[in-house]
C-alpha cells in the first residue's frame, strides 16, 4: 500500500520549516518582507504566499544591486529602472523612494556582512489565483540579502565563451521591463550551460544582437569604437550605462573613437577587436570566443582592463553613485 498523503497541523509545518536546512542557505542572510511587515533572518522563513501574483503568474519586477564594503553601487539608478519599470507594469510601489532605501539599509545591516548582493522585487500581490490583478489588495516588497562571493579570477584573466542564442527575443514591450516573467531568460541561461559556453546572446527577427540571459553584450570595433546594442528592445543594464559613461571619459583621452549604440550584426562581432558582457555581480568580463571562433588574439584585450580598472574605481571612490548600508 502506498504511503497516505497527510494533513499536517499548524505546528507540523512549523516544526518541518524550522528543521529544514540545506546547504545553499548558507548564502541567505535576511530577507525583508511587507507581508510579514519586518525582516527575517532565518533563511526557512523567507517566503511568499503562493498566491501572490509573483509566484503564479510572474506578476511583479525586481531589480539586483551589488553592496561592497558596506557601500551599495548604483542603487539610485536601479531604483529609477524599478520605478519605470512598475510604471510599464501598471503596479504601484507601495512605499516612497525614501521608505524604500531605509529598509534595503536595514536589511544589509541585519545580514551583517559587508559585501551582498540584493534581490528587490515588488509583486503584485496575494489575493487569489487567477491573472485579474485587481483580486489583488495590496502590492508586496520583499528584499532579500544574499552573500556575495567574488567570481572566479580565471574568468577576467582567461575570459569567457558566448554563443547565439536559438531562444526567440522578448518584444519591446516586455523586453525594457524587469519583470519577474523571466523563462526566456531561463531558457537562454540553460541553453549556455548546456552548451558548455559561459552566455548566450539573443539575435531578434532582422539577425540583430541583443542581450544575455541577465548581461548585457557590447562590443569594441577595430576602428576603436565602443557599441552596444539599441536599448528598444532590450533591458538597460545599469552597469552597461555607467561603462558607457567611463567609455566617454576614454573618447576624450582619444584612447576611444566613440560610445555608439546601434545595431550589431553577429557578422560584425565576431570580427571585433574585443567582445565584453556587462553585469550587476561581476561587472565587466572579456569575451575571447565567439560561436566557437576566437575574439580578436583570443586573449582578454586591453579596452576590456581598462574599462574594468574604471569600473572597479568608480564603484570604490565614486561617492555619488555609492549608498551606505550603514553608518561610518
Known amino acids: 500500500m502506498p504511503e497516505p498523503v497527510r494533513i499536517l497541523s499548524f505546528d507540523e509545518v512549523v516544526d518541518g520549516l524550522l528543521r529544514c ?7 541567505y542572510l535576511a530577507m525583508y518582507s511587507s507581508y510579514y511587515g519586518g525582516i527575517v533572518t532565518d533563511p526557512a522563513l523567507m517566503a511568499v504566499p503562493v498566491d501572490d501574483h509573483l509566484v503564479h503568474r510572474g506578476d511583479g519586477i525586481f531589480e539586483a544591486f551589488l553592496a561592497t564594503n558596506w557601500n551599495i553601487y548604483l542603487l539610485n539608478r536601479h531604483l529609477d529602472r524599478l520605478e ?61 540579502a544574499v552573500r556575495h562571493d567574488p567570481p572566479p579570477k580565471e574568468k577576467y584573466e582567461r575570459g569567457v565563451l558566448l554563443k547565439t542564442s536559438s531562444i ?24 549556455a550551460l548546456d552548451a558548455g559556453v559561459d552566455f548566450t546572446v539573443s539575435m531578434d527577427e532582422r539577425g540583430c544582437l541583443g542581450e544575455g540571459p541577465t548581461e548585457n553584450f557590447g562590443i569594441v570595433t577595430k576602428a576603436g569604437a565602443f557599441v ?91 561617492r555619488e553613485m555609492l549608498t551606505p548600508v550603514r553608518e561610518e
Open 21 to 27: 536546512k540545506e546547504p545553499y542557505h548558507e548564502k
Open 84 to 144: 519605470r519599470s512598475a510604471r510599464g507594469a501598471m503596479l504601484q510601489i507601495p512605499v516612497d523612494r525614501q521608505r524604500m532605501v531605509e529598509i534595503i539599509r536595514a536589511t544589509g545591516r541585519a545580514a551583517n556582512v559587508p559585501d551582498i548582493i540584493f534581490r528587490l522585487y515588488v509583486s503584485r500581490g496575494p489575493g487569489g489565483f487567477s491573472a485579474n490583478p485587481y483580486e489583488c489588495p495590496k502590492a508586496q516588497v520583499y528584499v532579500v
Open 168 to 191: 526567440s527575443m522578448k518584444n519591446d514591450v516586455f523586453a525594457t521591463i524587469k519583470t519577474c516573467n523571466y523563462l526566456p531568460n531561463v531558457l537562454m541561461n540553460k541553453e
Open 228 to 318: 552596444v546594442p539599441r536599448f528598444d528592445r532590450i533591458l538597460r543594464g545599469t552597469t552597461v550605462l555607467r561603462t558607457m559613461d567611463l567609455a566617454r571619459t576614454l573618447v576624450q583621452k582619444g584612447e576611444l573613437s566613440g560610445v555608439e549604440e546601434r545595431d550589431i550584426l553577429p557578422e560584425e562581432a565576431r570580427d571585433a577587436a574585443e567582445i565584453m558582457m556587462f553585469g550587476t555581480s561581476f561587472h565587466i568580463f572579456p569575451v575571447v570566443e565567439y560561436d566557437g571562433r576566437p575574439i580578436g588574439s583570443g586573449k582578454p584585450g586591453p579596452m576590456f582592463r581598462r574599462l574594468l580598472d574604471l569600473m572597479e574605481e568608480d564603484a570604490r571612490s565614486c
